[in-house]
Structures are given as C-alpha cells and as structure tokens.
C-alpha cells in the first residue's frame, strides 16, 4: 500500500495547519484535515484507519502529540480534504492530545482532526495508513492506544509519510 499527502516545497500547506484562514481554525486549532491520496490497497481490505501524530512535539510538551486519530473509513483511493468534519458513520474519529486530562485545553476540539502548530520549529509529523481486513469495534471518542489494540491482527497491509509543518 502507498499513501500519498502533497506537499509543495516539502511542506504541509498553510492551510491544513499553524497559518490557516481564522475561519478554518477554532479554538487556536486548525480544523481542516488535509487530503491523503491511496494507492495498491489489498483487494480484500474492508476498511482504512489512520494516525497522525507529532513525535517532535517531545521535548516541547513531554509526549508525542495525537493530531488525529480515524477508523472503520470505506476503503477508497483518496480521503478527501476536511474528510475530519465531513465524515459521517460508519466512521469513528479518536481524541486527539487536546482532549488529554494533563491540558486545560478546549474540549470542543477534542476529537478529530487538530492541524499542526509547531512552536519552535519546522516539525516532522508521522501520517500512517492502515489497511485492514474489517470494521474496528470502536465508538467516536476512542483513545489512540484502544484504536492500536483493536487493530492488532486485522492490520493487511500499512504506509506512512512524514509530513514537515513550519514553524
């Protein structure tokens, strides 16, 4: 399986992250997921998961951030662009890090797709893509570790991209 996002000068466009229009961020987070194009996907593959995470986040925040979290996704050849709020069942989006307990942050945006912001510096974030051979018995609202638990044994076939956001 291959995954592909486009990236214009080896970078995430504006748009899907830190300088986005202000109608597409809420709450200081941006809220337009990115589109991701699929390719050599198992024939016997029933659905499609995917993380988005930001292990350069680390030594900033003191863990690797969760930016977005999907499953149970009709396989298809592209997710499309703000597939985050457009998506509707049998799709299932996770917590992302700002619905963590450690953070006081806005809870309206806890779930789905929360665009990169790095603080610092240009950040490497890790998009990866899951083929799997059915639907996860997972409800909107899951952590990342439940989505990795019940994809164990389902899992045909995986891609990932490293995504570069600018500071």
């Not at 909107?140 to 990932?160: R, T």
Request: hydrophobic share 35%.
């Amino acid at each position: 399986m291959e995954i592909k996002v486009d990236l214009p000068n080896n970078l995430l466009p504006d748009k899907y992250g830190k300088y986005a229009n202000p109608q597409a961020i809420k709450n200081g987070k941006p809220v337009i997921s990115f589109p991701i194009k699929l390719s050599d996907i198992p024939a016997d593959a029933k659905t499609i998961a995917l993380t988005f995470t930001d292990p350069d986040s680390i030594p900033v925040c003191g863990f690797e951030w969760i930016h977005w979290t999907a499953a149970n996704i009709p396989v298809t050849q592209e997710i499309t662009e703000d597939f985050s709020q457009t998506a509707t069942a049998p799709v299932v989006q996770g917590k992302n890090s700002s619905a963590s307990p450690l953070l006081d942050g806005p809870k309206d945006v806890a779930t789905g797709y929360n665009g990169p912001y790095p603080p610092d510096q240009t950040h490497d974030y890790v998009l990866k893509v899951f083929a799997l051979d059915d639907n996860l018995d997972l409800e909107n609202g899951f952590w990342m570790n439940e989505l990795l638990h019940k994809m164990d044994g389902h899992i045909l076939s995986s891609a990932q991209q490293t995504i570069p956001s600018r500071a």
